[in-house]
């Protein structure tokens, strides 16, 4: 069963409108949701995560994110799109910190 | 902080040699050590889990005596390639986590190009 999943390949927006990348989990324990954003021919970089507490975090460049329990999604949001935003999306989740199972990524294109 | 690097970033080699990728954390000492390869538009594959001073844990279908992982210290971990041939070409990365483990932080990767 695939514990993560990504429902976009691919989304497509306009710079300066809000952008949203789609991730749900499957439930399996209490999970531990991250994203990371990987531009071409280089690794991941770390966004933000969700352990506990406040389901709305905030993280890096702007972006944050929402842990909802009942949809099971952890959706990436930006209030306000850069063209500079465009790369690679992943959603990862990870229930014992042993394991992290990654989405399929989205790409992001902003245009101008 | 939590920075991991990654040497080389690319290496092309002929088919039957072994490449050492080598993966460090600079500012933190690494507990684990993952190895993930990437191919071209798809997410990560994870290969093996390294502890230091111990065994790496390898995923189903992963043969362990070709990729060969050593975590000898909390801030270096190797991948080794055995015998590479062609179809080992891919994206190879590596991320660590310290002590806590709560995120994991991602090397540049190496690109493999197998001749």
């Known amino acids: 069963a695939q514990s993560v999943a990504q429902p976009e390949d691919q989304v497509n927006v306009a710079e300066g409108n809000p952008l949203t990348v789609k991730c749900t989990y499957s439930?399996?324990?209490?999970?531990?949701l991250f994203w990371y954003v990987q531009y071409p021919n280089r690794g991941l970089q770390f966004l933000l995560k969700?352990?506990?507490?406040?389901?709305l975090v905030k993280g890096s460049y702007g972006f944050e994110a929402e842990f909802n329990k009942s949809q099971t999604s952890f959706h990436l949001k930006k209030p306000s799109a850069l063209v500079s935003d465009s790369a690679l999306y992943f959603c990862?989740?990870?229930?014992?910190?042993?394991?992290?199972?990654f989405g399929s990524g989205t790409k992001l294109n902003v245009k101008p | 902080g939590a920075v991991v690097s990654q040497h080389p970033s690319w290496v092309i080699c002929k088919s039957g040699t072994s490449v050492k990728i080598e993966c460090r954390s600079l500012?933190?000492?690494?507990?684990?050590m993952f190895w993930y390869r990437q191919f071209p538009k798809q997410s990560l594959m994870l290969m093996a889990t390294?502890?230091?001073?111990?065994?790496?844990?390898?995923e189903q279908g992963v043969e362990k005596d070709k990729f060969l992982i050593n975590h000898a210290s909390l801030t270096l971990s190797t991948l080794t390639v055995t015998s590479a041939h062609p179809e080992d070409s891919s994206f190879y990365i590596c991320?660590?986590?310290?002590?806590?483990?709560?995120?994991?932080?991602f090397g540049p990767g190496t690109r493999l190009l197998v001749l």
């Open positions: 991320s660590a986590t310290g002590t806590g483990g709560e995120t994991q932080y």
């Open positions: 439930v399996s324990g209490n999970p531990y």
């Open positions: 969700y352990i506990t507490g406040d389901n």
């Open positions: 990862a989740v990870t229930y014992n910190f042993n394991k992290f199972y």
């Open positions: 500012d933190f000492q690494a507990t684990t």
């Open positions: 390294s502890n230091e001073g111990s065994k790496a844990t390898y």
